[in-house]
């Protein structure tokens, strides 16, 4: 056991020591090139904070959503059996897959194109399941008796969820949405399928603008790439120094995730202290 | 008069103010439901496009050559359907990754489950789970420039690119997922077995391997086989690890493609829509699909049977 872990800090170290030389400023506020010293990442960390940003809009209401339903509403029946059936599926079907529905569907039947908005629903669905799944244990974890208690104030069922159960596992919620998306700001291959671009060297149109409306809704149809997709077209070169970059990005996605993990640890920690049935 | 007036408008608006209560409870619970069936909604899409468009590729290709033809050559200008070499390749990770999983995953799970103290635990455990947020693409980079370059240090007539680091890699990767399931498994063993065994005068080790280990089988064998399953799914390891040619071989030493790594070279190319090498990766994401299905299922029903016996 110690083995495994010294074996993948190793890695890991090895990896931070590739490529811290390279994350610099210069690093983050530059877009790819093709000369290595001058490549950057901008084009691909702001793409993935668009497409999280759409991914979370989408995935997180609709995953509390079903989870509310499946856990507070629904009836033993058939049709509750099998959405929950096919959520369990859902969960192991391999990323990839989702990206050919979402090549098939939302790129040539929608005809959304290859575009931000295609990235964050297809992310959005392939995260679904597990904000379901996480959501529904946190709503379990809140006693029967708090839902009593509230039906017998004369309060209705929307009222008892929406005052009662979902504030108490509040905290259980947010965890399982962090931990979700973390998932998703690594994902690459769904993306590669629906058509990510590895060599971006604008950056969409802004989506807030100076004249009314002051929203614009552009960048949604606007080409994009994130950091994963970034990084494997620096591996896949041949050159040594594309390697080293590669590991720069490395680095960068490996603090994203850590950090939403480690925000995802601190909110389980406070809600758990504030709570006591 | 007037007082009783009002008395009829009061009760009037009451009614109403419940009717209109019970009107939103319904529209909020419609809400719900809906939410709770787009994710019905996803199944239906991926097996519809999946189905819809392998069934464009089966119309010109018969399904004897699918699965006979031992070359996949679909871009070549001779080509070749035979999905059998896509499957050798992914055949071959997964039972590399297995190899290394199934017993670094058992073992962390015995040490966790009958071993280790809860403060140990509660240190390794979140360890364990930060493993499996480390973004796939960067296992590749690990898999490509650190494991293979330590396995050409051993044997140096090594190729750059082989399933054996990305088999290794993908192994490592499942780790925590073998670990936690079977790790479940055990302590869902009841603890008078344990003291049952303690009390014939068996050590811990015995304890722990011809007594809880034989009882949590059937959950242990599930994480086994729920393992399986993302191995063979597992992508950009692979995508990155272990080259793209398509080629009928059994030994690991060698480059080849597995059936995800396929589906990712053919996206990165710029194949027109409609074609029939664009069909082609619909055709495997297919097959792709059911393999992972038949494991998945198997899992669950596994998972479940351990469930049900204490």
């Given at each position: 056991?110690?083995?495994a872990?010294?074996?993948l800090l ?9 490529g ?7 690093f ?10 001058q490549?950057?990442i901008l084009s ?9 940003f759409?991914?979370?809009?989408t995935?997180v209401?609709?995953g509390?959503?079903a989870a509310?339903?499946?856990?507070e509403?629904?009836?033993k029946n ?8 096919n959520i ?6 391999p990323?990839i ?9 939302l ?6 194109g290859?575009?931000f908005l295609?990235a964050?629903l ?7 399941p597990?904000?379901i799944?996480?959501?529904?244990e946190a709503l379990?974890?809140?006693p029967p008796q708090?839902?009593e208690a ?9 009222q008892?969820v ?10 259980g ?11 998703a700001?690594g ?7 629906v058509?990510?671009l590895?060599?971006i060297?604008f950056?969409?149109?802004p ?7 002051f929203?614009s809704?552009q ?16 591996v ?18 490996i603090l994203m995730t ?14 758990r202290?504030?709570?006591?049935w | 008069?007037?007082a009783?007036v009002a ?6 608006l009451?009614?109403s103010s419940?009717?209109?209560t019970n009107?939103?409870e319904?529209a909020?619970?419609?809400?719900l439901l ?14 519809g496009v999946?189905?819809y468009?392998?069934f464009?590729f ?5 399904l004897?050559d699918?699965f006979?033809d031992?070359q996949w050559t679909?871009?070549?200008?001779e ?12 055949v ?7 190899a ?6 058992s ?16 240190v390794i455990?979140?360890?364990l789970?930060l493993?499996?947020a ?15 370059p330590a396995?050409q ?12 680091s990305a088999?290794l890699v ?6 925590p997922?073998?670990s936690s ?5 055990m302590r869902a063993v009841?603890?008078?077995l344990?003291?049952?065994a303690?009390?014939?005068?068996a050590?811990?080790?015995?304890t722990a391997?011809r007594v809880?280990?034989p009882s949590?089988?059937?959950g242990?064998t599930a994480?086994?086989v729920?393992g399986?399953?993302r191995?063979i ?6 995508a990155?690890?272990a ?5 009928l ?8 493609a597995?059936m995800?790594a396929?589906?990712v070279?053919?996206s990165?190319?710029d194949?027109?829509?409609g074609?029939?090498g664009?069909q ?5 994401g297919l ?7 038949v494991f998945?299922i198997a899992?669950h029903v596994?998972?479940k049977?351990y469930r049900?016996?204490?």
């Amino acid at each position: 056991m110690a083995m495994a872990c010294f074996v993948l800090l190793a890695l890991l170290l090895q990896l931070i020591y590739d490529g811290m030389g390279r994350v610099s400023w210069q690093f983050l506020t530059s877009y790819p090139s093709r000369f290595p010293s001058q490549a950057g990442i901008l084009s691909a960390w702001i793409g993935t904070v668009l497409v999280m940003f759409l991914t979370a809009l989408t995935a997180v209401p609709l995953g509390i959503g079903a989870a509310i339903y499946l856990e507070e509403y629904a009836a033993k029946n058939w049709m509750t059996d099998v959405i929950e059936i096919n959520i369990t599926n859902l969960a192991g079907v391999p990323s990839i897959v989702y990206g050919l529905m979402a090549l098939g569907l939302l790129v040539y039947e929608f005809h959304l194109g290859q575009s931000f908005l295609t990235a964050g629903l297809t992310l959005a669905m392939l995260i679904l399941p597990m904000v379901i799944i996480a959501t529904r244990e946190a709503l379990r974890a809140v006693p029967p008796q708090i839902r009593e208690a509230s039906y017998a104030l004369g309060a209705t069922k929307w009222q008892t969820v929406r005052d009662h159960v979902v504030p108490y596992s509040m905290g259980g919620i947010l965890t399982g949405m962090i931990l979700a998306l973390s998932r998703a700001v690594g994902e690459t291959a769904p993306l590669i399928t629906v058509g990510a671009l590895s060599f971006i060297a604008f950056l969409p149109h802004p989506p807030v603008t100076a004249e009314f409306p002051f929203v614009s809704i552009q960048w949604l149809f606007d080409p994009f790439t994130v950091m994963p997709i970034q990084m494997f077209n620096w591996v896949s070169r041949p050159q040594e120094e594309f390697h080293i970059n590669a590991a720069a990005a490395g680095v960068v996605l490996i603090l994203m995730t850590l950090a939403m993990n480690a925000l995802a640890i601190a909110v389980r920690g406070r809600f758990r202290r504030r709570i006591h049935w | 008069m007037s007082a009783e007036v009002a008395l009829k408008t009061a009760e009037a608006l009451q009614l109403s103010s419940r009717f209109l209560t019970n009107v939103k409870e319904r529209a909020i619970e419609s809400l719900l439901l809906l939410a709770a069936l787009t994710s019905v909604a996803i199944t239906v899409g991926i097996i519809g496009v999946l189905v819809y468009e392998s069934f464009g590729f089966f119309r010109q290709i018969s399904l004897v050559d699918f699965f006979t033809d031992t070359q996949w050559t679909p871009l070549f200008s001779e080509p070749h359907y035979g999905i059998l070499p896509l499957v050798s390749g992914t055949v071959v990770t997964t039972a590399v990754a297995l190899a290394v999983a199934v017993p670094m995953g058992s073992l962390i799970a015995i040490s966790l489950s009958e071993y280790a103290s809860s403060g140990v635990r509660e240190v390794i455990k979140p360890g364990l789970e930060l493993l499996s947020a480390v973004p796939t693409v960067v296992y590749g980079y690990f898999a490509l420039l650190f494991v293979t370059p330590a396995l050409q240090a051993v044997w140096p007539e090594v190729p750059g690119f082989n399933m054996l680091s990305a088999g290794l890699v993908i192994g490592m990767m499942i780790i925590p997922y073998v670990s936690s399931v079977s790790e479940d498994a055990m302590r869902a063993v009841p603890v008078h077995l344990r003291e049952g065994a303690f009390a014939l005068g068996a050590t811990r080790m015995q304890t722990a391997l011809r007594v809880v280990f034989p009882s949590a089988l059937s959950g242990i064998t599930a994480a086994y086989v729920l393992g399986i399953s993302r191995a063979i799914g597992e992508t950009m390891v692979v995508a990155i690890a272990a080259g793209m040619q398509p080629r009928l071989t059994w030994n690991p030493l060698e480059p080849a493609a597995t059936m995800t790594a396929y589906i990712v070279q053919v996206s990165l190319g710029d194949l027109p829509h409609g074609s029939i090498g664009y069909q082609t990766i619909f055709a495997t994401g297919l097959t792709l699909l059911l393999m992972t299905l038949v494991f998945n299922i198997a899992g669950h029903v596994l998972k479940k049977r351990y469930r049900q016996m204490y």
